[in-house]
């Protein structure tokens, strides 16, 4: 490999640009900087903030205790919807996992210096937020402790899945997903352990770290190998992100339900994912590094560029919705037509009417720098964002489902209390892994903030 | 307690401030003949590993051939279950209904090599490797900071405690130690 990711491009030298990194800053201090996060003790704030996330996860486990005991009849869902907030929920989660793969993977190969400070913890953000994903197919299963029929395996009555069936893809997309988000996520950790396990002062902390780090001494030979395997899973992963939301909108595209039957599905489920997964990276990334003073890593740069990225996803987002109606209208299906218009002017208008607000109508704040530049205001959009993007699902599952061909089966449908209790629990469940995280492990990945400091330009100060 | 000086050294380790100096330490220590050479650093240095006179990386043909595996497997599995193990006539249609196979094949490819990759890699880097003798070397924890490290090792027919130690130092480090196993 001729060159190192994350050295020496000619966009981060170009002086017209605001730096990614503060003036001033040396390898030394941003090792210490960042690892003093970790190593420096409990802040007293942390405790309040993960016991609140972690009572929420009490209340998903009672939650799913109640599920488990009663059967899915405490959730809304019924014939003809027989999918709700669920899947609603699990799309959602999925989606918003799909930006740290970008961050880390895509952004790494096209070689985007800008992601080196946000790609650690927009990867644990994937982890967690597939975490709460998985969660909902397997308690909406009805019998999810037979989970494992989901899987090949010889099995003592003879069956095998149905390889045909979009949901067994499902099975093995969302499973091959999380284990590369994790490896890749880990790898990326592995230099950044070794660092902990030489600067932390207890000797507790110096063995569980060491332990972790597995020996790593930053030897040359392991740098080498090191940069090939990351560049190579980065190049494994970015198929597979644009796979995952595909095969996602499989479950629906593959249907014959006017509303879901319609091939431009994957492309704009794959944006969608990436909208919504911007808008939760910033929905993090601002008060993160208000909390840490972290803003001189993770600089206002940072956050027009996602907010960019934000806007022109937003917008395939938009063209998506338009094309829907648009292909109703011409496709001439008389079912299409009437899908349309009951999103539209139906019972459901309202949730339709606000998922365009906040999907399409919001962001185009964004076209306006100055607001670009104000960390609140992106802030409140993303916020915007992720409730328009749960709409958005929410919208195509259930207005889809509850009036099909046969006005004898049509059926409306609502969430109940249950469903508001695991979507909030899972909130829980995430917030409480994340605030694990910044706890114990650095969020910015230090030895890629090494590799951004003027000092680490070898090729250059040769030339 | 002083060590006595027979104690058998893994190699000698110069400590240099900044990876311009550790690049060019490297390339004078090829050129002056030594071949068993490895270099700490904080970060990932571009050319070291050359400069180093290291074999390219092995992990990309790990990478294909766990991909090959991966595909290979995804599809037999496929094809097997549902044309051999468990034949389902739906329609009349093929059993062998290769599109609806692909988004599985695929699946697998990336699973197999992104394992083969990780584990590949940590296999060829000899990880876990709980003990090492550089770790002996006080100031090594700062490889992992802010310092750069080259070590010669003891194994190389040109070592030579002396005559070494007095290469190091000619290279301005800012400092020379000897690595105890």
Same mark, same amino acid.
């Given at each position: 490999?001729?060159?190192? *990711?994350?050295?020496?491009?000619?966009?981060?030298?170009?002086?017209?640009? *605001?730096?990614?990194?503060?003036?001033?800053?040396?390898?030394?201090?941003?090792?210490?900087?960042?690892?003093?996060?970790?190593?420096?003790?409990?802040?007293?704030?942390?405790?309040?903030?993960?016991?609140?996330?972690?009572?929420?996860?009490?209340?998903?486990?009672?939650?799913?205790?109640?599920?488990?005991?009663?059967?899915?009849?405490?959730?809304?869902?019924?014939?003809?919807?027989?999918?709700?907030?669920?899947?609603?929920?699990?799309?959602?989660?999925?989606?918003?996992?799909?930006?740290?793969?970008?961050?880390?993977?895509?952004?790494?190969?096209?070689?985007?210096?800008?992601?080196?400070?946000?790609?650690?913890?927009?990867?644990?953000?994937?982890?967690?937020?597939?975490?709460?994903?998985?969660?909902?197919?397997?308690?909406?299963?009805?019998?999810?402790?037979?989970?494992?029929?989901?899987? *090949?395996? *010889?099995?003592?009555?003879?069956?095998?899945?149905?390889?045909?069936?979009?949901?067994?893809?499902?099975?093995?997309?969302?499973?091959?997903?999380?284990?590369?988000?994790?490896?890749?996520?880990?790898?990326?950790?592995?230099?950044?352990?070794?660092?902990?396990?030489?600067?932390?002062?207890?000797?507790?902390?110096?063995?569980?770290?060491?332990?972790?780090?597995?020996?790593?001494?930053?030897?040359?030979?392991?740098?080498?190998?090191?940069?090939?395997?990351?560049?190579?899973?980065?190049?494994?992963?970015?198929?597979?992100?644009?796979?995952?939301?595909?095969?996602?909108?499989?479950?629906?595209?593959?249907?014959?339900?006017?509303?879901?039957?319609?091939?431009?599905?994957?492309?704009?489920?794959?944006?969608?994912?990436?909208?919504?997964?911007?808008?939760?990276?910033?929905?993090?990334?601002?008060?993160?590094?208000?909390?840490?003073?972290?803003?001189?890593?993770?600089?206002?740069?940072?956050?027009?560029?996602?907010?960019?990225?934000?806007?022109?996803?937003?917008?395939?987002?938009?063209?998506?919705?338009?094309?829907?109606?648009?292909?109703?209208?011409?496709?001439?299906?008389?079912?299409?037509?009437?899908?349309?218009?009951?999103?539209?002017?139906?019972?459901?208008?309202?949730?339709?009417?606000?998922?365009?607000?906040?999907?399409?109508?919001?962001?185009?704040?964004?076209?306006?720098?100055?607001?670009?530049?104000?960390?609140?205001?992106?802030?409140?959009?993303?916020?915007?964002?992720?409730?328009?993007?749960?709409?958005?699902?929410?919208?195509?599952?259930?207005?889809?489902?509850?009036?099909?061909?046969?006005?004898?089966?049509?059926?409306?449908?609502?969430?109940?209390?249950?469903?508001?209790?695991?979507?909030?629990?899972?909130?829980?469940?995430?917030?409480?892994?994340?605030?694990?995280?910044?706890?114990?492990?650095?969020?910015?990945?230090?030895?890629?903030?090494?590799?951004?400091?003027?000092?680490?330009?070898?090729?250059?100060?040769?030339? | 307690?002083?060590?006595?000086?027979?104690?058998?050294?893994?190699?000698?380790?110069?400590?240099?401030?900044?990876?311009?100096?550790?690049?060019?330490?490297?390339?004078?220590?090829?050129?002056?003949?030594?071949?068993?050479?490895?270099?700490?650093?904080?970060?990932?240095?571009?050319?070291?590993?050359?400069?180093?006179?290291?074999?390219?990386?092995?992990?990309?043909?790990?990478?294909?051939?766990?991909?090959?595996?991966?595909?290979?497997?995804?599809?037999?599995?496929?094809?097997?279950?549902?044309?051999?193990?468990?034949?389902?006539?739906?329609?009349?249609?093929?059993?062998?209904?290769?599109?609806?196979?692909?988004?599985?094949?695929?699946?697998?490819?990336?699973?197999?090599?992104?394992?083969?990759?990780?584990?590949?890699?940590?296999?060829?880097?000899?990880?876990?490797?709980?003990?090492?003798?550089?770790?002996?070397?006080?100031?090594?924890?700062?490889?992992?900071?802010?310092?750069?490290?080259?070590?010669?090792?003891?194994?190389?027919?040109?070592?030579?405690?002396?005559?070494?130690?007095?290469?190091?130092?000619?290279?301005?480090?800012?400092?020379?130690?000897?690595?105890?196993?």
């Amino acid at each position: 490999m001729e060159q190192t *990711p994350g050295t020496g491009g000619p966009r981060a030298a170009d002086p017209g640009r *605001p730096p990614l990194i503060a003036p001033g800053y040396t390898s030394a201090t941003v090792t210490d900087k960042i690892s003093a996060v970790v190593l420096r003790g409990t802040p007293r704030w942390w405790f309040a903030a993960f016991g609140a996330a972690f009572l929420l996860v009490m209340l998903l486990l009672g939650t799913l205790g109640h599920l488990f005991l009663k059967g899915v009849g405490i959730y809304g869902v019924n014939i003809p919807v027989g999918w709700g907030w669920d899947i609603t929920n699990f799309v959602w989660w999925i989606g918003i996992g799909h930006a740290g793969t970008l961050i880390s993977a895509i952004l790494l190969l096209l070689r985007q210096e800008w992601r080196n400070s946000i790609n650690r913890f927009a990867e644990a953000m994937t982890l967690f937020a597939v975490a709460c994903a998985s969660l909902y197919p397997v308690v909406h299963l009805g019998r999810p402790w037979v989970l494992y029929w989901l899987f *090949p395996y *010889p099995s003592t009555m003879g069956v095998w899945p149905q390889f045909r069936s979009p949901l067994v893809w499902d099975v093995f997309a969302v499973s091959t997903y999380a284990t590369i988000s994790l490896l890749f996520w880990f790898i990326g950790l592995i230099p950044d352990l070794a660092t902990l396990r030489d600067r932390a002062k207890s000797r507790f902390a110096q063995i569980v770290y060491g332990m972790l780090a597995m020996g790593w001494r930053g030897s040359a030979r392991h740098w080498h190998n090191y940069e090939s395997a990351y560049l190579m899973l980065a190049g494994l992963a970015t198929p597979l992100v644009v796979s995952v939301h595909s095969v996602v909108s499989f479950d629906f595209a593959v249907g014959i339900i006017p509303g879901w039957h319609s091939t431009i599905f994957p492309p704009y489920f794959v944006a969608g994912a990436i909208y919504s997964g911007f808008a939760m990276v910033l929905t993090l990334a601002i008060p993160l590094r208000a909390i840490f003073g972290l803003k001189d890593f993770i600089t206002d740069r940072h956050l027009q560029n996602m907010a960019k990225v934000m806007l022109a996803t937003g917008l395939i987002v938009a063209y998506g919705y338009l094309i829907e109606i648009f292909m109703a209208w011409y496709g001439d299906n008389r079912f299409d037509v009437y899908m349309s218009l009951n999103r539209m002017f139906g019972p459901y208008a309202f949730q339709f009417w606000s998922l365009i607000a906040c999907n399409v109508v919001a962001p185009q704040a964004l076209w306006i720098k100055r607001l670009r530049r104000s960390p609140v205001f992106l802030f409140v959009i993303a916020i915007i964002v992720n409730v328009g993007m749960w709409l958005e699902r929410y919208v195509i599952i259930v207005t889809s489902l509850h009036r099909d061909f046969l006005p004898s089966s049509w059926g409306m449908y609502s969430g109940t209390v249950w469903d508001y209790s695991t979507f909030v629990g899972s909130i829980g469940l995430f917030l409480a892994l994340m605030f694990l995280f910044i706890r114990f492990l650095p969020m910015i990945s230090i030895f890629e903030m090494r590799t951004i400091l003027p000092e680490a330009r070898v090729e250059e100060a040769r030339k | 307690m002083t060590r006595p000086r027979t104690v058998r050294l893994y190699g000698q380790m110069a400590e240099f401030a900044s990876p311009h100096d550790l690049l060019a330490a490297a390339g004078a220590a090829r050129s002056a003949g030594y071949r068993r050479l490895d270099a700490f650093t904080p970060f990932p240095i571009e050319r070291l590993s050359e400069t180093l006179g290291h074999r390219p990386s092995r992990v990309p043909m790990l990478v294909l051939i766990g991909g090959i595996i991966g595909a290979l497997a995804g599809y037999g599995l496929q094809y097997w279950v549902s044309a051999v193990a468990y034949p389902l006539n739906i329609g009349g249609r093929p059993y062998n209904s290769w599109p609806a196979f692909i988004p599985i094949t695929f699946e697998l490819t990336i699973l197999i090599a992104g394992i083969f990759t990780v584990f590949g890699m940590l296999v060829l880097n000899g990880l876990p490797t709980p003990y090492h003798p550089v770790f002996n070397v006080p100031h090594f924890a700062l490889a992992s900071r802010d310092r750069y490290f080259l070590c010669i090792e003891s194994k190389d027919p040109k070592f030579d405690p002396a005559s070494t130690r007095v290469f190091l130092e000619g290279l301005s480090p800012s400092g020379v130690f000897d690595v105890e196993y």
